[in-house]
């Protein structure tokens, strides 16, 4: 339960040049949005692999962005008495989507580091899931501050469970397809790893989900 507080009055300001509901709804919103933009720069680098260390670049740069952005949700935190939403809630959502951007970050590193210079096919259909994912999370986590439209919030989070099962099933078909004899060993270590994380992002934007839906429920 939120604590009160008597700083709890309309327009408290934190320092920030914004209000205390702001900053932690815009902290979330613009998190989500930093995973958009780096899902589908990630789509780039399969699509032009020999530029792959300059688009990489720029998602480790939006990575470094997103963790500006919690480090900031997080300082307020500490700072504001009474919360929009839950302390516990805010902390779970932040360090979700601050996990989301990092797989996302991960596998451009290692199609770098692995000197990736021919994609596999199976690659881009599961890609295409993260940013569907990143997409409906970034459109859920920016109606939080209609908690009480929990009717959209709850439908936005199932979107965001179908893409998550997509992923999974893009993800089967790819190792599939990756571990078929003949396949290169060392071809197939490198693009499990990429995968994984792949899949890995997904599977972060379903947790966000699930704590949103946990929000709903409290709020209804």
């Known amino acids: 339960m939120r604590a009160l507080t008597p700083a709890?009055?309309?327009?408290?300001?934190?320092?920030?040049?914004?209000t205390k509901?702001?900053?932690?709804?815009?902290a979330l919103s613009e998190h989500a949005q930093?995973?958009?933009?780096?899902?589908?720069?990630?789509?780039?680098?399969?699509?032009?692999?020999e530029e792959a260390p300059a688009i990489a670049k720029k998602i480790k740069d939006i990575e470094h962005e997103g963790d500006r952005i919690t480090h900031r949700c997080l300082a307020a935190l500490h700072k504001t008495w009474i919360t929009p939403l839950d302390r516990e809630e805010i902390h779970a959502l932040i360090?979700?989507?601050?996990?989301?951007?990092?797989?996302?970050?991960?596998?451009?590193?290692?199609?770098?580091?692995?000197?990736?210079?021919i994609v596999m096919p199976e690659a881009r259909p599961l890609a295409e899931a993260?940013?569907?994912?990143?997409?409906?999370?970034?459109?859920a986590t920016g109606s939080l501050r209609d908690?009480?439209?929990?009717?959209?919030?709850?439908?936005?989070c199932v979107e965001i469970n179908r893409h998550e099962n997509a992923a999974d099933a893009h993800y089967r078909a790819a190792l599939a397809a990756l571990f078929k004899q003949g396949s290169d060993p060392l071809l197939v270590?490198?693009?499990?790893d990429?995968?994984?994380?792949?899949?890995?992002?997904?599977?972060?934007?379903?947790?966000?989900?699930?704590?949103?839906?946990?929000v709903v429920l409290e709020h209804a």
């Open 34 to 49: 930093k995973s958009v933009a780096a899902s589908k720069l990630l789509l780039d680098i399969l699509d032009r692999p």
């Open 147 to 156: 908690v009480k439209d929990g009717a959209r919030l709850l439908e936005l």
């Open 21 to 26: 509901d702001a900053v932690f709804f815009d």
């Open 189 to 192: 270590l490198k693009w499990r």
């Open 8 to 18: 709890a009055t309309p327009g408290y300001d934190l320092g920030m040049g914004l």
């Open 95 to 117: 360090t979700r989507l601050d996990d989301v951007l990092d797989c996302i970050e991960a596998a451009s590193e290692r199609i770098v580091l692995f000197e990736i210079q």
């Open 130 to 139: 993260v940013v569907a994912a990143c997409d409906t999370m970034s459109a």
């Open 194 to 214: 990429i995968y994984d994380q792949l899949e890995n992002a997904t599977d972060r934007c379903e947790d966000v989900a699930n704590i949103i839906e946990g």
